[in-house]
């Protein structure tokens, strides 16, 4: 029988943990992996806060956007934070858009 490794996802994303039966997976699915490549060589960050979009612009390729979006949001005020999320939008309306060029 071959020997299962629980490995963790590299996908920062992600991080999930994973059995693998290699001992050289590094993500927890191809869907992971195809997401850490455009991440890593996309230069843009598009999350939603609440009923905002942010969307950041001319990223250096290589950032790791998931500490990026997490260092966004730990800066913004709560309340600012709780706005966006109990904002109303009229029924099949985009999120209000933030463009933010770096
Ligand atoms: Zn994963």
Not at 13 to 22: A, D, N, V, Y
Not at 41 to 60: A, P, V
């Amino acid at each position: 029988m071959a020997q299962t490794v629980v490995r963790k996802c590299r996908n920062p994303k992600c991080g999930k943990e994973f059995p693998s039966k290699t001992s050289r997976a590094l993500y927890c699915s191809p869907d992971c992996n195809r997401q850490f490549h455009r991440d890593k060589h996309c230069t843009t960050l598009t999350f939603n806060i609440g009923n905002i979009r942010i969307q950041i612009n001319d990223l250096t390729p290589g950032t790791d956007h998931a500490a990026l979006q997490k260092s966004i949001i730990d800066s913004l005020p709560t309340e600012l934070i709780e706005q966006a999320h109990m904002l109303e939008l009229p029924e099949g309306a985009e999120p209000y858009h933030a463009v933010v060029n770096n």
